[in-house]
């Protein structure tokens, strides 16, 4: 069992902790590709093999050729557990040593906030919050939520159904699951992406109870 980093916005976060999201889709970056190979080629798919490593292939005349080289998935195998990075602040106050004047100022950590719960009230405060800082640099030992891998696979991203769809954590939207699933694909990854309907990373989990 391996442990992994994951990001997730603020609006996953809150999905996740509801159960509402149990999936996520991340693009593939296929290693060694065929130079000149078009991706968008409707006659490839991708196959498995016993180790888990993943790769492209297609028929020939007489045969069936690979495409590119082995490929891990980056998020891990099923039993492999992924610790989510989200948006947070530090709860903290300082206090002089009115007893030693000159002495430096001590530092009093509270706790720590997170983006996806809002912003706190002031009342609810002991000290002061810090300025929120970016997932990307959340520690492993600041993160509330550890997630466990309990599928991977591959496919075309215009693949998903509707019930993946909602696995997503997209569900607002008045055409569907599918159409909430294409708007929050477009909004985290442009139009384009959408629109060239890449090969995606299908990571399903549940979460761990603390």
């Known amino acids: 069992m391996r442990e992994r980093p994951i990001l997730f916005s603020a609006p996953m976060v809150r ?11 991340r693009a593939v970056k296929w290693r060694g590709v065929d130079a000149g190979l ?12 016993r180790a888990g490593l993943w790769a492209l292939e297609s028929d020939t005349r007489t045969s069936r050729e690979t495409r590119c080289d082995l490929t891990p998935c980056p998020y891990g195998q099923p039993g492999d557990r992924l610790w989510v990075r ?18 430096p100022t001590e530092h009093f950590h509270f706790g720590w906030h997170y983006r996806a719960d809002g912003q706190p009230n002031r009342d609810d405060l002991e000290g002061f919050l810090s300025a929120w800082k970016p997932s990307i640099h959340m520690p492993r030992a600041v993160s509330r939520i550890t997630l466990e891998i309990t599928g991977v696979r591959v496919e075309r991203l215009h693949a998903i159904s509707e019930a993946d769809s909602r696995a997503e954590g997209a569900v607002q939207h008045p055409d569907g699951p599918w159409h909430a699933f294409r708007s929050l694909w477009t909004l985290v990854n442009g139009a384009e992406s959408w629109d060239a309907n890449p090969w995606v990373w299908v990571v399903e989990f549940k979460r761990l109870e603390a």
């Open 15 to 25: 999905a996740i902790l509801a159960g509402q999201k149990t999936q996520t889709r």
């Open 38 to 49: 078009n991706l968008q080629f409707s006659g490839l798919r991708a196959i498995r093999d």
């Open 86 to 103: 989200e948006a947070f602040a530090e709860e903290y106050d300082y206090c002089d040593h009115p007893e030693m004047p000159g002495a």
